[in-house]
């Protein structure tokens, strides 16, 4: 079975705390994602990577900040944690052979309140 | 960039009937791919059923069809047979051919009522 692993379900931290939120994954995915999922705003993009030690900001990376040392880790880190980061994370992985639909398989979020 | 706009925030089935969600999306390129992922609730998404634009058959997924529109950029969920366990959070999302970047919908919360 595939699948992708993120670390902590659900965390509280308090403002201005770095916060890491790890995902792992086992299907040797080039591409992973991290996206943000609020009500009403579906999921946003915040950083992606098609490679170890590369990494492309999404459509909200303001705030974050990713690392991807081995190629079935992907981390999300908030150096410096706000009130408004509070939400669930997803993370997301996926193959790269042009011309398949590159599925995204999606890990069971990490839900983070910041205080 | 694509967009995804799906204009139901909640919708409501009763069980065994059928339903369908909407969904429609911007873009400029011919090839790409479209989704249905589910999200029940506290529990991960998942994939109902894609859709590769070059094709112009509906794809079909046991009790889930869509209805792709290419030239109005239409890709409509079909529930039918509506089950309890259907219930859940619904998203579009589009892909393009070449790229690896997903755009989602906000999203389709489905109640099932027994």
């Known amino acids: 079975d595939v699948k992708v692993t993120q670390s902590s379900r659900y965390l509280v931290k308090r403002t201005g705390e770095k916060v890491f939120l790890e995902c792992v994954q086992d299907m040797d995915h080039e591409n992973m994602f991290w996206y943000r999922q609020d009500p009403g705003l579906g999921l946003r993009l915040i950083y992606f990577?098609?490679?170890?030690?590369?990494?492309e900001k999404g459509d909200i990376p303001e705030g974050y900040s990713v690392s991807r040392e081995k190629k079935e880790r992907f981390s999300l880190i908030l150096e410096s944690a706000s009130t408004n980061q509070t939400s669930m994370y997803l993370c997301?992985?996926?193959?790269?052979?042009?011309?398949?639909?590159?599925?995204?398989?999606f890990g069971e979020g990490s839900r983070l309140t910041v205080l | 960039a694509q967009t995804v706009t799906q204009s139901q925030p909640e919708m409501s089935v009763q069980e065994a009937e059928t339903v369908t969600l909407s969904c429609t999306y911007d873009?400029?390129?011919?090839?790409?791919?479209l989704f249905w992922y589910k999200q029940p609730p506290s529990r991960q998404m998942i994939l109902v059923i894609r859709?590769?634009?070059?094709?112009?058959q509906n794809a079909t997924e046991n009790r889930f069809s869509v209805n792709f529109q290419k030239a109005a950029k239409s890709f409509s969920l079909k529930i039918s047979d509506s089950q309890l366990g259907d219930a859940a959070m619904y998203f579009c999302?589009?892909?393009?051919?070449?790229?690896?970047?997903?755009?989602f919908g906000s999203g389709t919360k489905l109640n099932v009522k027994p």
């Open positions: 859709q590769e634009a070059y094709k112009q």
């Open positions: 873009t400029s390129e011919s090839d790409y791919y």
């Open positions: 990577s098609y490679d170890v030690k590369m990494k």
């Open positions: 999302a589009y892909r393009g051919y070449n790229f690896n970047k997903f755009y």
């Open positions: 997301a992985s996926s193959g790269s052979d042009r011309g398949s639909s590159g599925e995204l398989f």
